[in-house]
C-alpha cells in the first residue's frame, strides 16, 4: 500500500470523525483532545514498527557477518580465496538489499560446506587406507579398518590431502614391496620343501594360516615376514646338511661300488642318487631328492654293502693284489720284500689277527705309489720296449744270416727278405736308440736320487753289458772275415803253385783264430744276448757280476 493511499484513507476517516462530531455536537476542546489522542497512538504504532523493523535489519547484518565468517572460516581450512569483500562492494554499488545479500551468502554458505564435505570425506578414505595398510605392516586387527576416524578439520587444504595420498603411496609401494618378498620366500619355501619331502601347506601354516591361501590378503606383518624369511633359512641350511651327509654317503658308496664291483643293475636304483655326488646346493632341485626316507634308503644299502663287504674281504685283498702286480709286471717294477705277500695275506685274514681294511689300504697305498712312479718311468720304459724290440728283431736278423738256404726261392721267401731288410734298418738305429735311452735314464736317475730298475735289475747296467756285448760281436765278426779273407788269399796262392810257406802261415792264422774264439765269451745262437728273453734271463748273473 502506497503512501498516497495511506493519506487518503486517513482523511476520509477523519472526515467521517468530523460528521459524526457534528452529529454528536463535540466541542472544540473535545475534539483537540481526541484528535491529539489520536496522533500519540499513530506514534506509538509507528514506533513499534520501526522497532521491530530495527531488529530485524540488525538481525539480518548479524546473520550476514555470521554467514560471511561462515564461509571465510572454511576458505580458510581449505585454503581457498574467499572473493567476498570483491562481492560486498559490488553489491553496495548495485544497493543491494541485506536480505538479497544474506540470500547470495548463505547460497555461497551452502555451497562451501558441501565443498569442505567432500574433502572431509576424501581425506577420510585416504586415512583410512592408510591406516588399515600401516595395521596389516604391524600385524594389527583388520577390524579397525572400519572404525570411524578422527580428521583434523582445521587443515583440508588440497596440500593437506596430496601429503596424504603421497603417504599413502609410499605405503602401498611398501605393500606391494612386501607382497613380492613374501611371495618370493613362498616359492622358495616350496621348492625347499619339495627337494627336502616336506609338506609345504602345514610348514607355511606355522609360520601364518593365511600364507597358505592363494585367493585373499595374506599378512604382510613385520613378524610374519620375519617367521617367513627365518623358516626360509633354517630350510636350505637344513638342505645343505642333508646334501653334503647325502654326498658324504654317495661317495662312501661308490667306494664300496668300485671295491666291490658291483654290477651295473644294483647301482641302478641309486644311480639318481650318486649323480649329486658333486652337485651345488643351487643344482640339486629334484622332488624328495634330499628326504629323510632317501637318506635311510641309502643308509641302509651302506650297511648292506658293508656287510657285503665283509663277507667278500678276502676276495677283495686278493684282487687288489693281483691288481698290483699286474701294475708291477706291466711297469717293470719288482714288489720289495716288505710288501705283502699272498700267502700271508691269506692267514691274517683267515686268522683274524689283522683287519683285512688295513690290508686293503696297504696294497692301495702302494699301488698308487706304482701308478705314480709309473708316470715319471713311461717315456723310459717305451723306449726301453723299443730297444728290446729291436733286439730280438737283431737276434732274428743274425739267425737269418747264418742261414745258408735263405735266398732259396720259396713260398713266403718274399715275406721273409722285406722283414730283413725292415730287421736291418732298425738294427742300424740300434746305437742312436741306446745313446738316446742313456741319456734319459741318467737325467732321470739324477733327478730321483735312485737307480731306474728294470725288473729288478738296473737298466743302465743292462744297457752298458749290451753296448759291450755288442762289440764283441762285432769284434768277432771282424775276425771271422779277416779270417775269411786269409784263407782266400791262402787257396789263391796254393792254386798258383807257390813255396810250402803259405801253409804254415795258415796254421799259424788258425792257432791265433782259435786262441781269439777261446778268449771270447760264446753264446749259442738261440740263446743270443741280443734277443729280449735271453737279455732279460742274463740281467741277473750280469747284476751280480757288477757287484762282483
Known sequence: MSKTQIESICSSLLQELEIIWDEVGETETEREKILIEIEDECREVYSRKIEKVKEERIQLRQEIVDSEARVIAICSVMEEPSSLGRQ?????????????????????????EKRKSERRDQFIQVIEDIKCIRDEINGESDETCSSDFSVDESDLSLRKLEELHSELYTLQEQKRNRMKQIQDHLRTLESLCSVLGLNFGETVTKVHPSLVESEGSRNISNTTLDKLASSVTQWHETKIQRMQELQDLVTTMLEFWNLMDTPAEEQQKFIDVSCNIAATVSEITKPNSLSTDLLEEVKAELCRLEELKWSKMKELVLKKRAELEEICRRTHIVLEEQDISVENVIKAIESGDVNPENILEQIEYRAGKVKEEALSRKEILEKAEKWLNACEEENWLEEYNQDENRYNAGKGSHLILKRAEKARALVNKLPVMVEALVSKITVWESEKEAEFLFDGNRLLWMLEEYTELREEKEQERRRRRDLKKLQGQVTSEQDKGTPTRPQSAKK?????????????PQTPRTDSPHSAKSFTSQKSFTSQSRYS
Request: glycine fraction near 6%; hydrophobic fraction near 30%; charged fraction near 35%.
Open 88 to 112: 560486498h562492494q559490488s553489491d553496495q554499488s548495485g544497493r543491494r538489499s541485506l536480505k538479497e545479500e544474506l540470500v547470495k551468502i548463505l547460497q555461497k554458505l551452502k555451497d562451501m
Open 508 to 520: 799259424g792264422l788258425r792257432v791265433s783264430t782259435n786262441k781269439r774264439f777261446a778268449s771270447s
